[in-house]
């Protein structure tokens, strides 16, 4: 399996993969089929532009992805994010996501002045929550009713694992760090 960084040829795999995860599981993700299916391949292409997306490939196949990033504010650069994962149905349970997790980790501990990544995860979703707790997250909050999702309310859990500079995930001790 690759993990590497997605590029603006990856947009129709990307769209695809993501709408996917959104007919799938559509209390994992703060956007809607409906929205996705009428972003244009245009609009994808810059996102991808910017860097902040990785991808997990089998072959050729886009099988997963992860974002990473930050706000730039001088008061929040300390701390990086992750978001938007999914992987393909039919990987799941290979391990796609904890290397992805663990790539968008060690970019995270690389950006300057890290020192802890948040996410958010819809309560209930158990594989989620025991990944990220693998990973050393910790809950340190819940937004309550934070998504209306066909008339149902879903709870999010927030979490946060704190970076030393310079550290890296177990995984990537000793490789080279993705840069973002």
Same mark, same amino acid.
């Given at each position: 399996m690759l993990i590497r960084r997605l590029v603006a040829t990856d947009a129709a795999p990307f769209q695809a993969l993501r709408l996917a995860g959104l007919h799938d599981s559509p209390s994992a993700f703060g956007s809607t089929y409906a929205a996705e299916c009428a972003t244009p391949l245009a609009a994808i292409e810059s996102k991808l532009a910017a860097g902040t997306l990785f991808g997990a490939f089998? @072959?050729?196949? &886009?099988?997963g992805i992860i974002a990473v990033g930050r706000d730039n504010s001088p008061k929040l650069r300390h701390k990086a994010y992750l978001r938007a994962m999914v992987v393909a149905p039919a990987q799941r349970g290979k391990g796609a996501a904890r290397q992805l997790v663990d790539h968008a980790l060690a970019a995270a501990a690389a950006m300057d002045d890290v020192r802890q990544v948040t996410l958010d995860v819809t309560a209930g979703n158990a594989p989620a929550l025991r990944l990220y707790e693998s990973f050393g997250f910790r809950e340190y909050g819940r937004e309550p009713r934070a998504m209306l999702v066909d008339g149902v309310f879903y709870d999010t859990?927030?979490?946060?694992?704190?970076?030393? #500079? @310079?550290? &890296?995930?177990?995984?990537?001790? @000793?490789? @080279?760090? #993705?840069?973002?």
């Open positions: 089998e @072959g050729v196949e &886009l099988i859990v927030l979490m946060v694992r704190e970076i030393e #500079p @310079g550290q &890296l995930s177990c995984e990537h001790q @000793g490789q @080279g760090v #993705p840069a973002v």
